[in-house]
């Protein structure tokens, strides 16, 4: 099992600014994952983060708006860029082992 | 494209029932699926994972079926209690890099 921390939990941002979450892991992982979560909608790949890498980004997901950073096996960030009301969604890190995805528990952010 | 559907409404059941989720998705061969449960304001947890070659996967009160031919995954909740009301999500995956497609979601409502 891996154990993962988010932070912030949440936040309050205006628009146009960019806001870094940070992920920390209890183990060594070699990919982590970054989703996203709208309101009321199911769980989206953003990027797969690997360690002395850059992130691979999904189908509608650029670097210049979500920037990924993997510095160790331990830790890794993600910037929302520029924020609009459309970013207001959870955010969430990810890391497998065994076949079994283990979430953190999110980082909600609400744009204004 | 790659579809995954779930029950879109909100499913009520009594409490000592039998809940019935259901997992459907098109354009898409996947090597495993899994269920994850998710209460409001937290990151998904891991339920159960059954691969291609499986039909049945048990594990206490859960049972998770997969017909790979009808593309479909049926999840059950037997002899079910207020504490299972959740959201669960079915996420279909491939190959060994633990990246996920998910599901809308389906909200489980037990009754006392």
């Known amino acids: 099992s891996a154990v993962i921390s988010q932070k912030p939990s949440r936040d309050i941002c205006q628009r146009g600014t960019s806001l870094t979450i940070q992920c920390q892991v209890d183990?060594?992982?070699?990919?982590m994952f970054w989703y996203r979560q709208q309101p009321g909608q199911s769980l989206t790949l953003i990027a797969t983060?690997?360690?002395?890498?850059?992130?691979?980004?999904e189908s509608g997901f650029v670097i210049d708006k979500f920037p990924i950073s993997r510095p160790n096996l331990t830790f890794s960030t993600l910037t929302v860029s520029n924020m609009s009301p459309e970013d207001s969604s959870i955010y969430l890190c990810s890391v497998g082992a065994d076949g079994e995805l283990f979430f953190g528990e999110g980082s909600r952010l609400t744009v204004l | 494209s790659q579809k995954i559907e779930q029950n879109s409404e909100a499913l009520n059941i009594q409490e000592g029932k039998t809940a019935t989720l259901t997992c459907n998705y098109t354009n898409y061969s996947p090597a495993y699926l899994q269920w994850y449960r998710q209460d409001p304001g937290r990151g998904p947890v891991f339920l159960l994972l059954i691969r291609e070659n499986e039909k049945e996967k048990r594990k206490e009160r859960l049972k998770v079926t997969f017909d790979t031919t009808l593309k479909q995954s049926l999840f059950h909740i037997t002899a079910s209690q207020p504490a299972d009301s959740a959201t669960y999500l079915c996420?279909?995956?491939?190959?060994?890099?633990?990246?996920?497609?998910f599901g809308t979601g389906t909200l489980l409502a037990v009754q006392p």
């Open positions: 983060a690997n360690q002395g890498s850059e992130a691979t980004y």
């Open positions: 996420a279909l995956g491939s190959g060994a890099t633990n990246k996920l497609i």
């Open positions: 183990s060594q992982v070699t990919m």
